[in-house]
């Protein structure tokens, strides 16, 4: 029996916090974790509002890391007692997506998830995992893929966010836009991911990046990051006529997952630079742009799902830039908690007052 923080209902406000459940496997080809730390992320949140779908009981959570408990007898790439990061866009390796090598586009893991249930709970009653996870429960299962292995060194809490947070906001700005050195960046949302990206927008040599965000006590944080600049979304334009004489910024980042939001990064960009979408957004909310304005203006519309992240080859790039001092995950980490304060962490998230709260499990 495991702790394990389960959704009822879509729009619940409170998660039930149960001692009882169990995993369902692992298979021949799946492994179990022993989840020692899991992230708090504004995506679970999303889940349990219906922004994102799900199929309740789902227990939630996506970014974790752990200790293998058990391999299916097809497994070899990991071994009991090895510590992994959970990926949670696990790579099939043979759709269209994979051998294009773009497997943070496969879908193959996440569509089995909403039929397959990875738990049951005490009572027998079959529970899912989101996104085909559910990293708030002590175990988990998952497939042989949905586990990239870690050096022993790097602290669980660490490894945790080398699982969605770091890949997603540092990858973006890697991966997906390629930043390139003394270039002008903008990212609207100085959350935990639009903190990576600024991170990862720093790493990759840009001269100037605005933190844009309505809450200004987040600003200096953002500065700590290494944005050079910071604003609200009313002092955009005179920033810009400032920075770029009013041309805009070669690069913006959405990291919001709001129209309004995608609406500020294009208003940001100069012509003929990068608009690059991060945030995960409602399918309801739909954003618009005129078809002249979409040819003449030359910008270019990007989605960077998961940060564009092969986890295989990123996470050992992540880990190396972190040894050597240029990726700063600590500082991430606003909050250490226990499971029993996973609800309390939830409103926290709600307010808006912290980066990443980190679930650890004894």
Not at 176 to 194: I, L
Request: charged fraction near 20%; hydrophobic fraction near 40%; proline fraction near 5%.
């Amino acid at each position: 029996m495991a702790r394990a923080a389960v959704l009822h209902a879509v729009g619940d406000k409170e998660l039930d916090l149960r001692d009882d459940v169990t995993t369902v496997g692992p298979g021949p080809d799946q492994v179990k974790v022993a989840i020692k730390a899991t992230g708090v992320c504004h995506s679970d949140l999303s889940t349990m509002t219906g922004v994102l779908p799900t199929v309740p009981p789902t227990v939630i959570g996506h970014e974790g890391a752990g200790v293998v408990a058990e391999v299916g007898e097809h497994v070899t790439e990991v071994a009991p007692g090895d510590h992994v990061v959970v990926n949670w866009t696990p790579d099939c390796g043979t759709c269209a997506d994979c051998l294009r090598g773009e497997p943070f586009l496969c879908m193959t893991h996440i569509a089995q998830s909403f039929s397959e249930p990875l738990f049951r709970l005490g009572d027998g009653t079959p529970a899912f995992g989101m996104a085909g996870m559910g990293t708030w429960s002590e175990e988990l299962v998952v497939p042989r893929r949905g586990v990239i292995k870690i050096a022993e060194d790097v602290p669980f809490e660490y490894a945790a966010l080398l699982g969605c947070g770091i890949p997603t906001g540092v990858g973006a700005a890697i991966n997906t836009a390629k930043v390139r050195p003394g270039s002008t960046v903008a990212v609207v949302g100085a959350g935990g991911v639009g903190l990576s990206v600024i991170q990862g927008a720093r790493i990759s040599g840009a001269a100037t990046i605005v933190a844009i965000d309505p809450n200004e006590a987040k600003h200096p944080v953002a500065k700590q990051f290494g944005a050079t600049h910071t604003t609200t979304p009313d002092g955009l334009e005179e920033i810009k006529g400032q920075l770029t004489g009013g041309a805009g910024f070669d690069y913006a980042f959405e990291v919001v997952g709001r129209s309004g939001a995608i609406h500020t990064a294009w208003n940001a960009t100069r012509r003929g630079g990068d608009v690059i979408v991060v945030g995960a957004g409602a399918v309801d909310d739909d954003w618009a742009q005129s078809a002249f304005t979409l040819l003449f203006d030359g910008k270019s519309l990007k989605a960077s799902l998961y940060g564009g992240c092969d986890l295989k080859r990123d996470i050992p790039l992540f880990v190396d830039l972190w040894r050597a001092g240029r990726l700063d995950i600590d500082s991430l980490i606003s909050r250490r908690i226990r499971f029993e304060e996973l609800n309390d962490a939830v409103r926290a998230l709600e307010g808006g007052d912290v980066i990443r709260q980190v679930v650890l499990f004894d």
